[in-house]
């Protein structure tokens, strides 16, 4: 589409009651303004009010910048997979993030304005 500038995008793969996390990117000029955030938060409160019970993914271990988002958005180290990506040989953490079920909120822990425009999605 001409004249549309993505900004972010979020890729997910939904099986019963558990969501992966396929990818999450953000234009490089868009970065630490809140967009990675706000599309994780919002997926997660979508997807939590659909029913599911844990999220999971799989990061770099050197994308620091992905890892710190995703520990503030309640992710925790589960496990690693050894030589995991083909290009360096680099191990991927897994990372997941289980709901408490009935809480009806995903235990997300930052909200800010920006999310307001995407709360009803
Ligand atoms: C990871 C990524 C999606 C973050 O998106 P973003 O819009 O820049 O992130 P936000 O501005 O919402 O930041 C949210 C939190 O992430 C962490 N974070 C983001 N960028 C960071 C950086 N460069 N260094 C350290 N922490 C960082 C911080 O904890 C930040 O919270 P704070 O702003 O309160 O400190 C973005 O850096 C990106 O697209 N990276 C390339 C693709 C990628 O690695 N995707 C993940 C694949 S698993």
Known sequence: MRGVNLIA????????NELEILNL????????RGFGRCLLETTL???????????????????HAAICLYQSCGFSKVGIRAHYY??????????????????????????????????NV
């Not at 995008?9 to 019963?16: C, D, E, G, L, N």
């Not at 990117?25 to 630490?32: I, K, L, N, P």
């Not at 409160?45 to 994308?63: C, D, H, P, T, Y």
């Open 86 to 119: 083909s290009d360096f040989g680099e191990d991927a953490l897994i990372y997941a993030c289980h709901f408490c079920s009935g809480s009806g909120s995903p235990g997300i822990i930052h909200a800010k304005n920006y999310c307001c425009k995407l709360e």
């Open 25 to 32: 990117g953000v234009a490089s000029e868009e970065r630490r």
């Open 9 to 16: 995008y979020i890729s997910v793969y939904h099986t019963a």
């Open 45 to 63: 409160r979508v997807e939590r009010k659909m029913g599911i019970e844990k999220a999971q993914l799989e990061v770099r271990e050197s994308n």
